[in-house]
């Protein structure tokens, strides 16, 4: 019976091609790939994470095909909203039908309007971005595609390039640019190739010429290096693609040289082994058998022929032989864990998992003693079940009932959820019992009404700004005083002025740059309405004041000491006094009125308070300022005073802007994030919510409470509806 030998052709294994070099050599050359890959999150490197994610994609009768996606945010306001496009590229790909370049282009470009709708809501200041580069790859075709941000190196034949896309800007990153044209890049990879993909901060880490350093010498070292750079920054991504050659050697029985060493590991041929069959072997594979049997017959050992070896386990001995190179000692997920980021390109063979005869028969005899206990013990069981009900009822009923002798509205909420929660507990026991449903209707009932929900079906616009108006235009604040509202255009420079009734259009009534009186104006900044001298009060960038009279045009005025302003974030007029807060100094200022505006000693209002991420500013018998963080803030005197906004279902969330009606003194606030205007006391306690489908971008809240009428600053444009009592 012959050797069994390896023929020229292809040989698939778990994790690459192999490609023989046919016979007549004696050996098998492999063309084989593999990945290697780490990102850092916050410091901590971990093989994929927010910024850096794969799949591999298996089509109907077709290959597998590899994807990795390195996502970078284009500023620092996007790192918060781009870490789920990776989620977003992949998916996408992994749905897409078409070819791979297509399925590419499609899921970049859904990332794209993924992050578009959400600029198109956004103000100018919270619009992200970010950079994309994904590598797809099939057998030994590689693709890369890039927009926005995004960079990659190849080294192909002794030749060293630099990928990224045609326009690294943030107007021209995914979420940004107006047209849509990614980069892409075919690679047909060959051994001896690389292709390195990785965060732009690269650049920052080593330079170009030292990058093509660092991979002509070879996968190994060059992933345990770019590791070892990288490794201080607080977040970067890198993926590593080598193509390799790696020469097969035939198992020791098909290969002889005729030394001793080959002939100690020959397969046994009992006490008379002739050497003549040792060299041959090597020299003519085709001819081997017939040698070796002439040879063996020579020796008088015509009825003795070696023993057959089983397909099977030359195969998996070829197999091993073409595993890839041995990993490298870079640790990148914890201290003592193996290194994870290198894997070789392909599907991964399925563990075999072998169990224990003994551990079957553990688990069927504790099902065995499970059935027994409970077809023993069912009265128990049971029992149980309907004391829990019972108890789960008697919490309810006894939640609800203090629910609704209670005044505190935070109080009454809790229990109230409380009361809910043990009902859901309940109707799982028994979802028919008559007491239960009851109840669930009880409390949803009271529910409501704290939630204190009033819906807005319709409004009436006032003004669409960007169809009145002309050139850049983002509007920011927004007051009413008199028969009018005025915009201040952070974009334009500019102070709009919009009837309140009529069909007029949107007039300038301060610019920057054009003479207020006989001082010339910088950018406009902060306004409030002063009900007292039926004014608009301007501050500039350079921290002039000016009164804007609708009768009589804009007018300096004087405040003193401005140039000893810590910052200038926020101005309100109350009772003829100007307020100013100063987010630096950590301060609220109180101006009293004087000759020719506010010529007067200012006062600090506030004992020392970190205000660092207050926002606004709102004056009544208190003191309230908008912070990012903390929501709404109360000072009553010069210390602050609660204001927890008690029986409120769900807290602020961005608020945007904050109003003190004087007429009631109550408090409301456009609560941004959650789409509402929310309406509490002076103290802080919930009254009303304020809801419509209108609520799609809410910037600010007026009200003209005499008249009854809300006022919705909604994008750019202005809005009106009945304001509930």
Known sequence: MPYPQARGGVLRSGRGTLRAAGPGDGRDMSVRTWVGRFTIVDGHAQEEGPWLGSLIRQRPDDDADELYVVVEPASEVSAGYTAQLVDVIARLYAKDPLSLTGALTRSLRAAHEHLREWNRKSLKEHRVAAGATCLAL?????????????????????????????????????????????????????????????????????????????????????????????????????????????????????????????????????????????????DAPDTAPALAEASLAAGGMQDFLPPQRPIAEQVREITESTAPPPATGVRVRGDSATPRYRRSTGTPPIPRIQVPRLLVFGVVALAVLGLLIWWQLPGSVKESREERFGVLLADARGSNARAQSTDDPGARRDLLTQAQMNLADAEKIHADNGEVIALQADVATALGVLNAVFEIREFTTIADLPQQVTGALAVTRAVVGGDYAYLLDAEGGRVLRVALEGDRAAETVFSEGEPAGFVVASRPVQISWSAETESLIILDSQRQAFGYFPDRGSLPLTVRGSDAWGSLDAIAASAGNLYLLDVKEGQVWRYLPGQGGFDSER???????????????????????????????????????????????????????????????????????????????????????????????????????????????????????????
């Open 138 to 282: 099939r057998g030994p075709e590689a693709y890369i595609a890039q927009h926005g941000p995004s960079l990659a190196y190849v080294l192909s034949d002794g030749e060293f390039r630099r990928l990224q896309a045609d326009d690294a800007a943030f107007e021209a990153s995914l979420g940004m640019a107006d047209e849509f044209e990614p980069r892409l890049t075919r690679i047909s990879l060959a051994p001896g190739d690389l292709v390195l993909v990785a965060s732009t901060e690269l650049d920052a880490i080593v330079p170009a010429e030292h990058v093509q350093r660092i991979l002509e010498r070879g996968a190994d070292d060059a992933l345990s290096e770019l590791y070892m750079l990288a490794r201080g920054r607080a977040d970067f991504s890198l993926v590593l693609l080598s193509c390799f050659e790696q020469r097969e050697e035939p198992p020791d029985y098909l290969t002889r040289d005729g030394d001793e060493t080959a002939a100690a590991t020959a397969p046994p041929l009992g006490d008379a082994q002739p050497p003549v069959a040792v060299g041959v072997l090597a």
């Open 603 to 725: 006062t600090a209002l506030l004992d020392p308070v970190d205000l660092s991420d207050a926002t606004e500013l709102t004056v009544g018998q208190d003191v309230y300022v908008l912070d990012n963080e903390r929501g709404i803030r109360r000072f009553s005197g010069r210390a602050e005073a609660p204001f927890p906004l008690a029986g409120i279902d769900r807290p602020l969330l961005s608020p945007a802007s904050l109003t003190v009606l004087p007429g009631s003194n109550r408090i409301v606030v456009a609560d941004r994030g959650n789409k509402r205007v929310v309406i509490a006391t002076p103290e802080g306690t919930f009254l009303r919510q304020i809801v419509s489908p209108a609520f799609t971008d809410l910037r600010a809240v007026s009200v003209d409470e005499g008249n009854g009428v809300l006022y919705v600053l909604n994008g750019d444009a202005l809005l009106k509806a009945p304001f509930p009592p």
